[in-house]
């Protein structure tokens, strides 16, 4: 694997968030157990920009490949609460470029997300669409129009789940690693959440790259089937062994997502998840959000709770962020 490592670290990136992110002991979640595994959360929800999360890291490698190829405009998707959308606007700022955002409409008619709020006080330029499936054509034919003015554009996918993208990922378990030296901790199981496939096919990759291979990983989808989700996460992976230069499936390892916490959909709310959420905020002081982290943070209690997580197997929850999803914003002036 040295010559994948030394591939990876010539990957140029911008380090745009405040890393190493804490990483954290949870006795008192652990003691209102009732016991069982040492637990231990990494957050990533103190990643930087835009209130932080996931995206920061993806975005740390998909916008140096944009600047070194001239861009002066990003455009990308997501939902009116969009985590993604949100971080992207708020680099985009810091960056000095323009920001486009094609943006689904709120379920909730009458709310005006935080989120939302945000991506305009950042200086993003939005245009709404009225379902999710519109969302990718929407974003291709504004970004290809752009192209035709001649302006140079950075089209990114939603959640900026791209194999270049992973890569934010796979370098965080080198972080992670270094910290779990540091506290004397050998993890066994890791928790997160999972929508677009990115951060679980980064994860992935930066287990085995970084020889951490015992660590079983369980991405909590937020919305889609297993098995789908499993495909998306099999071809991120696949498409970083390409960048990596490393023959097919040397990076692959058994992908296990646990999709029985959607409950009613996406962004809905379950009762297990608003449960998850109350227990670590009075425990350790630890806001989740109800979309994704949330309903991740149920999945691991429930393991731990039915004996599958226990002995004195160390579990950490990976905090992807997003607790913006909890806020409304004040009424536009």
Not at 26 to 55: C, E, H, Q, V
Not at 121 to 134: D, F, K, P
Not at 167 to 176: P, Q, T
Not at 214 to 241: C, F, K, M, N, Y
Request: hydrophobic share 40%; charged share 20%; proline share 7%.
């Amino acid at each position: 694997m040295n010559s994948a490592l030394e591939r990876l670290d010539a990957i140029p990136r911008l380090k745009l968030g405040n890393y190493p992110t804490p990483f954290e002991p949870m006795p008192r979640l652990r003691a209102t157990l009732g016991g069982g595994p040492p637990l231990w959360i990494k957050r990533d929800d103190y990643s930087g920009p835009g209130f932080g999360g996931n995206k920061t890291r993806k975005l740390d490698y998909i916008l140096a490949a944009a600047l070194e190829e001239g861009a002066e405009i990003v455009v990308t998707t997501g939902g009116e609460t969009s985590n993604h959308a949100r971080v992207t606007a708020a680099v985009a700022a810091k960056l000095g470029l323009r920001c486009i955002l094609v943006l689904n409409r709120n379920a909730q008619p009458g709310i005006r997300p935080a989120s939302l709020y945000l991506d305009e006080l950042y200086g993003a330029e939005i245009v709404r669409v009225n379902s999710r499936r519109e969302r990718a054509t929407a974003l291709h034919n504004i970004a290809e129009e752009l192209r035709r003015e001649g302006r140079r554009v950075a089209e990114i996918p939603l959640g900026a789940s791209t194999p270049l993208g992973a890569i934010g990922y796979a370098r965080a378990v080198e972080e992670l690693r270094q910290q779990c030296d540091q506290a004397g901790v050998r993890p066994h199981w890791i928790f997160h959440s999972t929508s677009s496939g990115g951060t679980q096919a980064g994860l992935a990759v930066g287990l085995r790259l970084y020889g951490l291979d015992q660590v079983r990983l369980v991405g909590v989808s937020a919305d889609e089937p297993a098995a789908s989700l499993a495909a998306v996460v099999g071809e991120i992976v696949a498409g970083v062994e390409r960048i990596l230069g490393v023959p097919p499936a040397a990076l692959a390892r058994p992908t296990r997502i646990e999709d029985g916490f959607v409950g009613g959909g996406y962004g809905v709310p379950t009762p297990e998840a608003e449960d998850a959420l109350s227990i670590l905020a009075r425990t350790e002081g630890i806001v989740l959000d109800p979309t994704y982290t949330a309903k991740a943070m149920a999945a691991m209690l429930a393991s731990i709770r039915s004996g599958q997580v226990g002995g004195d197997e160390p579990a950490v929850f990976w905090h992807t962020g997003g607790q913006m999803a909890l806020f409304a914003a004040h009424p536009p002036r």
